[in-house]
């Protein structure tokens, strides 16, 4: 298989990059009044601006390109098929089955799956409704009141983010508690203050084999028996996994295990019953509106010209920044304070699907692939590290994201975080130069000596490039929406980098390592070999624990 850098369409972006690493967007802006309208795109409840990216006609239609090369429509026709694109585990990639609200049939290994997903979601709608209904008691006849939703990664980033993204729409019938970490600290502080008899206890596992993840279940389980018989479990804990023999093994009833299958990746898997503490949450109607919305997206990567195809378009200029103009990392800046655990969410979808280093076939990659995510909500984040968005020698492209309809309507709040969001792109696209700065000084009083001085700290060379997405507001389905056009995103970023997408192989060496170390900490006679270092770690820790 021929490498991507071979492609005419990669050597002409190479000469593309040389070029307009001379150009200043503010020049690209000047000398051309219908940039915006060239670089921008929308569909319904989002608009989609990146035109202070920098890129120019020849390089964006190279990109284009690049995506005809790549065969991208094919592969995305196969992973809408169900084939087994995630080839290195042999397994389908068929998270859009679970919102596909056409119900059209999807076949993997010639059968639908959409009964079976349909199956489950009538299961989820029946379940959380009994829930929230009071219907579905404790063991002491109690409504629940508490939920406490332990996984971690793919099994807790999602839903947690997206109901704290909507807990402004929440009705506060249930209240939930989220806990990953096997640091003791997060269950006992989720669990202090709960009663056993209200609580509800979701444990959600693809593998349901997860250490972290089984460790806090079991003292859950410990916690709980405290206060109830264990007969009681039946009634407040229930799990999400593929995998029944390990939750019989771990005493939940069948009845009580929702099903998830192994074509739904972890980090692509909130819109399955991993999503359970969203509706328990939000109610299942808005739950559905986040399938709906993610839908929405679905129809329009199938359907939308390349030039006009937002997630396609934001692989192709992360490609184009990373692997071109060579910027190594990218910030995710959302302003909605609703969006704040976007950029984790995003650190996994991204870094865990696209941080490898060999092409399909395991040859290595001889380009930089993803860049580092990371991010913050954007006021946050200008008090803090816009200084090196600004100044930095490192350049960070970065996307903003911010919403025209607040959550929440508070006098010019939502106006001033809006004139923040915009002021920023516009600042890091345009910059500051010698001239502006000592006509401003002076325009102050400062004297040419006193500017001289401090004339080069307060040059900002600007051309940072940034995409802004505003959306409509931050609802249910918004939120459906944003996180799709992430997932084609990086879906497109990984056929654009001949890289598999959907494994992530490279997590299994720590784990097997931690295994191995946790027997050395809580047996006495298992030792193994380390390095000096790990060793006089784990020495120092045993005898001062
Ligand atoms: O859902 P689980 O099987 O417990 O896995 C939870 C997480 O752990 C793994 O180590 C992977 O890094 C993630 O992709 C996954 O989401």
Redesign the pocket.
Known sequence: MSCRSDLSSWQALEQSATKLKQQQLKTLFAKDTSRFAKFSCQMPGVLFDYSKQLIDEESFSQLIALAEQADIAAWRDKMFSGEKINFTENRAVLHVALRNRSNSAIFVDDNDVMPLVNRELDKLKSFTQKVRSGEWVGHTGKPVKNVVAI??????LGPQMVTEALSNYADNTLNVHYVSNVDGVQLATVLDGLQAETTLFVV???????SE?MTNARSAVKWFLEYAPQDAIAKHFVAV?TNLEKTREFGIADDNVFTMWDWV???F?LWSA?GLPIALYLGFDKFVEVLEGAFEVDEHFKAASFENNIPLIMALLSVWNTSFLGHTAQAILPYDQALHMLPAYLQ?GEM?SNGKHVTFTGEPVPYTTVPLIWGMTGINGQHAFYQYLHQGNNIVPADFIASVKPQVVMDKHHDILLSNFFAQTEAMMSGVDELQIRADLTAKGKTSTQIDAVIAHKIHQGNRPTTSILLDTVDAKAVGRLIAMYEHKIFCQGILLQICSFD?WG?ELG?GLASAIEAELTQNDVNYPHDSSTAGLISYYKNNR
Do not use: A, L, W
């Open positions: 996984g971690v990664g793919g099994s807790n959600s596992s693809k593998t349901f084999t997860t993840t996994s990746g972890g980090r898997s991993i996994q865990e992530q997590v784990k």
